[in-house]
């Protein structure tokens, strides 16, 4: 597998959001998951990882073969834990693109900060927050969470 500097320098989906997330100040990882799997990943302070790769779990292809985003958290870097945190649209590679990399920013600059108390439970749990293991607000972009 090529590193992470062979990819940005090729014209895979991977470079060009790499290019986008480190125009937000983020410091970004590239990462072989396993199969044919790459995601970009962005270390958080409490040891959590936001990912993002394409929807199937891809994103060094060509820029063309990618659909949708897909960023997801993961409380430890085990596969069991992810949540999903924003699905891109999908017609529209570039907007997409930085739709994405907006919502990885935003939801690392969330997550890193202290988090918003929930609306419904103002902080004592309800099934929301229990689920998601703290209140996450949707992303105010033009894209919804899922
Ligand atoms: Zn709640």
Redesign the pocket.
Known sequence: MSTLTERRAADTAAAHLLKHLEAHGLTVEGRDTGSTCYALVVRLADGSEIWASGEDGISHHAADELTVWWVRHYRTPDADTWRSLFLSGNNDFPADTADTAAAVAFYAHYLNGTPQA?A??HGD??E??DQEGT?LPPFPGRNTTH
């Open positions: 929930c419904d439970c749990g309800c929301h927050c209140y």
